[in-house]
T-cell receptor
């Protein structure tokens, strides 16, 4: 079975621009979470979506938004990019919204803001 | 105090030795605990999950959980150079699917 897929792999933007990142979960998984990982740190939780509804939000500004589609794929949008937004953005999927289920990560999107 | 703390690294062990990675967490009501392995430039890969007190073994890996002490550990037996990576401890909360990660411990296994 295919794992979590993300696109694009790499992205270079300039300050003030907007970016959209995409994620397709493992087949049968209905929950998608987004994480930001800056170099040298562990991933930081941004959002979780389950059954197309936002179920959790981390400590990120309103410039970050996301949505989940009927096929359970998801998009993460970041507006007014700052240099500090440069990071690896990870998408993870799981079968349900419960904390007991294992989450599996996609390959990530490397965002560089110049 | 950080929510999830891992033992400071980097950790270097010889090939064939046991590598011990430790993690403490602050939220007493945490319910689920995971270890991920992350190779340089790659995304985290799930290697162990544990939900109840005690030990859980999977091949060369053993996860240990002590909820009273708010402590979780990962032992890697017969360490191999291919085990060289950053190991991330992740803790799940009481609702939805948020994982809180530690900062990671870099493990190097030298021949």
């Amino acid at each position: 079975d295919a794992g979590v897929t993300q696109s694009p792999t790499h992205l270079i933007k300039t300050r003030g621009q907007q970016v959209t990142l995409r994620c397709s979960p493992i087949s049968g998984h209905k929950s998608v979470s987004w994480y930001q990982q800056v170099l040298g740190q562990g991933p930081q939780f941004i959002f979780q979506y389950y059954e197309k509804e936002e179920r959790g939000r981390g400590n990120f500004p309103d410039r970050f938004s996301a949505r989940q589609f009927p096929n359970y794929s998801s998009e993460l949008n970041v507006n007014a990019l700052l240099l500090g937004d440069s990071a690896l953005y990870l998408c993870a999927s799981k079968t349900t919204g419960s904390s007991y289920n294992e989450q599996f990560f996609g390959p990530g999107t490397r965002l560089t803001v110049l | 105090q950080k929510e999830v703390e891992q033992n400071s690294g980097p950790l270097s062990v010889p090939e064939g030795a046991i590598a011990s990675l430790n993690c403490t967490y602050s939220d007493r009501v945490s319910q689920s605990f995971f270890w991920y392995r992350q190779y340089s430039g790659k995304s985290p890969e799930l290697i162990m999950s544990i939900y109840s007190n005690g030990d859980k073994e999977d091949g060369r890996f053993t996860a240990q959980l002590n909820k009273a002490s708010q402590y979780v550990s990962l032992l890697i037996r017969d360490s191999q150079p291919s085990d060289s990576a950053t190991y991330l401890c992740a803790v799940g909360g009481t609702s939805y699917g948020k994982l809180t990660f530690g900062q990671g411990t870099i493990l190097t296994v030298h021949p």
